[in-house]
């Protein structure tokens, strides 16, 4: 079954305490990409890879780390956590059109509290 | 990044009515993707449209690209109760590959 898995699915934390969220799709995409979603503020791209060894920021980088060493998997990273990381993360892969990115298939979330 | 406008922010109808949501950028938009998201669910694409002027249909949804290709519409005909969720618009950067999404419009249907 073609799918995007994310790891945890519920996560809670304390402030400063590293933490990284697995990301994996078995559709031989080459586009992966890491959202952020709160109330009000739809989704927010944090960074995105074209490809292996290929990554680059979003809109919210700050604060996150990534890499694509394969294919399959996009880790996101957070060094140093802080309160106001507290939100729904999506991760999503597709194929990528040259020129625009295709449907987006999207990993069923992982909802992070910091304390 | 570039900016994708997206309302209302939130609708609220009765089933049968029918709903609009609209997204515009300042910019040309190489495409528009628009995704639905059940409340507690994740994103699932709907449709893309890549041309100008382009428009789609999926049983009661249209979708709508402009001819200048900077703004897009879903239109849902006789709503009813499965339809409640957001909503989301999403198109490319022009300077990158980054995927910029509309802040999403929540719709709700009421029997």
């Known amino acids: 079954e073609a799918q995007v898995t994310q790891n945890p699915r519920y996560l809670i934390t304390v402030t400063g305490k590293k933490l990284t969220v697995t990301c994996s799709q078995n559709?031989?995409?080459?586009?992966m990409s890491w959202y952020r979603q709160d109330p009000g503020l739809g989704l927010r791209q944090i960074y995105y890879?074209?490809?292996?060894?290929?990554?680059d920021k979003g809109d919210v980088p700050e604060g996150y780390k990534v890499s694509r060493k394969e294919k399959r998997n996009f880790p996101l990273i957070l060094e140093s956590p802080s309160p106001n990381q507290t939100s729904l993360y999506f991760c999503?892969?597709?194929?990528?059109?040259?020129?625009?990115?295709?449907?987006?298939?999207f990993g069923p979330g992982t909802r992070l509290t910091v304390l | 990044g570039q900016q994708v406008m997206q309302i209302p922010q939130y609708q609220h109808v009765q089933e049968g009515e029918d709903f609009t949501t609209y997204c515009n950028s300042s910019?040309?938009?190489?495409?528009i993707q628009w995704y639905k998201q059940r409340p507690g669910g994740h994103p699932v694409f709907l449709i893309q449209?890549?041309?100008?002027?382009e428009v789609k249909k999926q049983k009661r949804l249209t979708f709508q690209f402009g001819e200048a290709k900077k703004n897009s519409s879903l239109h849902i005909t006789a709503t009813q109760t499965t339809d409640v969720g957001t909503y989301f618009c999403?198109?490319?950067?022009?300077?990158?590959?980054?995927?910029?999404f509309g802040k999403g419009t929540s719709l709700l249907v009421t029997p």
């Open positions: 999503a892969s597709s194929l990528f059109r040259g020129t625009y990115t295709d449907t987006q298939y």
């Open positions: 559709m031989n995409h080459e586009y």
């Open positions: 890879s074209m490809n292996v060894e290929v990554t």
């Open positions: 910019t040309t938009l190489s495409n």
């Open positions: 449209l890549v041309k100008s002027g």
């Open positions: 999403a198109a490319n950067s022009n300077s990158g590959y980054a995927l910029n």
